[in-house]
């Protein structure tokens, strides 16, 4: 598996992937999942009562918060790592670039295999997530204004220091997340709809290939941050449309340019693509501790702020929503409990 940095835009290529990226099939998904359960229990959903008042529907909740790492994303980092380490098992070290769950993945896949991992992350990014991430033992480097600052400097340094560098999306990454989408689709009586919400991609792609692998006709709309809506740009206008990151709550949402292959997946299978303010998500945050009392960090709760923004057409429906993490800072959360952030 060769992942090299060529340049500074992120696509396909510049990833090292090859042309011919695909979406996992069962089997493959299957083969993922006996890997992931060795370190993570499969996650439940739930249809909880307030919620599905609140909703006007049956709302059926994955739980992906509830993951060693407090977040999707893990089930990747453990499929990609395995397959770096058998193939390379002199493996040099690795290097990427994150908001904070991607490398909370890494790290803690890296650790179980005693891989050498380096996380750049944006300056200012979340203090918890930079503190869980060096907790696992992770090299934490701070540069940039945002992520793809981030991301393209990890680049470099991927080079300077012979690191392998790993993206944001690649066909292990997508393998791995998909077990959470198999979890949830073939658990749970077939779905009207779904809602994923869209960082880079991965937890997208993942969803359209478990959809697939189980001959489903659920609808999948994509949810991204409306101060982030690179995603929804580009999937209206046909073509990547770069756009500035303003978001200062669904941290997990904020990209500031698309990956191509997630582009092509969201393109050919999003049923639509919502966007939600940062008031919409906090008003969600506030919902799923008060339903259910469990923590949402921003990216987390955005799916559910898009059902609610269209519960009205999603009335009397069974509908999936993901809360792919929990990681949000102790004084952000605060803030958005008092309704002050």
Avoid at 45 to 59: H, N, S
Wanted: glycine share 8%; net charge negative.
């Amino acid at each position: 598996m060769t992942m090299k940095h060529q340049g500074t835009s992120h696509n396909s290529a510049a990833a090292g992937l090859s042309p011919d990226l695909a979406l996992p099939t069962l089997d493959a998904i299957r083969d993922a999942a006996k890997l992931v359960y060795q370190a993570v229990s499969p996650t439940l959903q739930y249809a909880w009562p307030l919620l599905c008042e609140r909703v006007g529907a049956e709302v059926w909740v994955k739980h992906e918060n509830h993951t060693p790492t407090g977040a999707f994303k893990v089930r990747g980092g453990l499929v990609l790592l395995d397959q770096l380490k058998r193939e390379q098992p002199d493996l040099p070290g690795v290097i990427s670039a994150t908001k904070g769950n991607h490398g909370l993945s890494i790290g803690f896949a890296a650790k179980r295999l005693g891989v050498k991992t380096v996380i750049v992350v944006p300056q200012g990014n979340s203090v918890e997530k930079n503190h869980a991430m060096r907790a696992l033992g992770v090299e934490l480097i701070e540069y940039g204004d945002d992520f793809q600052a981030a991301l393209e400097y990890a680049g470099m340094l991927s080079q300077e220091r012979g690191l392998i560098p790993i993206p944001p999306i690649h066909d292990c990454l997508i393998r791995g997340v998909a077990t959470y989408s198999l979890e949830f689709l073939s658990s749970t009586s077939e779905l009207d709809t779904v809602y994923v919400p869209i960082g880079m991609g991965s937890g997208f792609c993942a969803m359209v290939a478990a959809r697939r692998a189980l001959n489903l006709t659920t609808k999948i709309v994509g949810v991204v941050s409306d101060h982030a809506p690179t995603y929804a740009l580009s999937y209206e206008q046909g073509k990547p449309v770069p756009h500035p990151v303003t978001t200062k709550l669904a941290d997990g949402l904020a990209c500031r340019q698309v990956d191509e292959f997630a582009l092509s997946i969201v393109t050919q299978h999003a049923e639509r693509i919502v966007r939600v303010t940062d008031d919409e998500v906090a008003a969600a945050m506030r919902c799923y501790f008060t339903d259910t009392h469990n923590v949402a960090e921003g990216a987390g709760a955005a799916p559910l702020a898009a059902l609610l923004k269209e519960k009205d057409a999603m009335a009397g429906k069974r509908v999936g929503v993901v809360l792919t993490g929990g990681n949000v800072d102790k004084g952000l959360f605060v803030k958005v409990l008092d309704d002050l952030a």
